[in-house]
């Protein structure tokens, strides 16, 4: 995903991504936040649907 706005994601429905962890700090991430390589991102997630969220989740970055 590195390259694009979290605007561009398409998040899993139920899937919120709530942080990008960048260099040891947290970043609120709003729809303008590019994403950057190394980013960790931090979902919260609907615990019913994790294991299809996880797999929706891991082609975003896959995909990237």
């Known amino acids: 995903a590195a ?3 979290v605007s561009e994601l398409a998040l899993p429905q139920d899937c919120l991504l709530i942080a990008v962890r960048r260099e040891g700090n947290d970043i609120i991430p709003k729809g303008n936040t590019m994403l950057k ?3 960790s991102l931090i979902f919260l997630i609907n615990v ?3 294991a299809w969220q996880r797999k ?3 082609a975003l970055t ?3």
Request: proline content about 0%; charged content about 25%; cysteine-free.
């Open 37 to 39: 390589a190394n980013d």
């Open 3 to 5: 390259g694009k706005l």
């Open 62 to 64: 896959e995909n990237a």
């Open 48 to 50: 019913h649907n994790e």
């Open 56 to 58: 929706a989740i891991l």
